[in-house]
């Protein structure tokens, strides 16, 4: 007689491992618009059931990805070389670079939908991803270094500039070079001569 517990089949942390990186991989070489659940299964070794036991979609599987930062965590961290309109514009572009690459035109919507749905998935990307802190750590920093007035909303400021990004591509509106810039020139007070 079995005991008391968990039933079913156990998470192994080999297999997870295995598929994250799988996933991460895939959408890497391919693209989130062509991330399939059989071909994560397939470079995983594993069944495509046991990818659906843990993650309920695709999306859900990306938010683990980027949370566990085996995709890209070079986008997520905001440089601080001293210039800070410098180092916030290319944050930003690089993060719309990737959402504009090739095959990912479907994964902000994904993530935004996922997130709405599941709490789970929202969880991973409010606490996980670490996005707010990172920025409330560089824009805290050039309130410290007189780049940014001391009464500066940092928390508010951060939602901005995400908050920006995700409704744009909601709709579907240009992400470019020149939205990133003048998003900083708008958001972040002029610079001090």
């Given at each position: 007689m079995a005991g008391p517990g968990r039933r079913g089949p156990k998470r192994s942390e080999e297999a997870r491992v295995a598929i994250l990186e799988a996933a991460a991989r895939r959408v890497m070489t391919d693209g989130y618009d062509h991330l399939t659940m059989e071909g994560v299964a397939t470079e995983a070794k594993v069944g495509?059931?046991?990818?659906?036991?843990?993650?309920?979609?695709?999306?859900?599987?990306?938010?683990?990805?980027?949370?566990?930062?085996?995709?890209?965590?070079?986008l997520f961290v905001p440089d601080d070389s001293g210039d800070l309109h410098a180092d916030v514009t290319r944050w930003l572009d690089n993060i719309v670079g990737f959402l504009n690459a090739p095959g990912n035109a479907g994964l902000l919507h994904s993530l935004v939908v996922a997130a709405a749905e599941n709490p789970d998935v929202a969880a991973i990307l409010n606490d996980r991803l670490g996005l707010w802190e990172m920025l409330d750590e560089?824009?805290?920093?050039?309130?410290?270094?007189?780049?940014?007035?001391?009464t500066t909303p940092v928390p508010e400021l951060g939602d901005a500039l995400i908050g920006a990004i995700v409704l744009r591509g909601l709709r579907n509106g240009d992400l470019g070079p020149t939205f990133t810039q003048g998003l900083v020139q708008l958001l972040l007070p002029p610079r001090e001569t």
């Open positions: 495509k059931q046991t990818i659906y036991r843990w993650w309920p979609s695709r999306s859900a599987l990306v938010a683990d990805c980027l949370a566990e930062r085996l995709l890209l965590p070079e560089r824009f805290t920093q050039a309130v410290t270094a007189g780049q940014l007035p001391p």
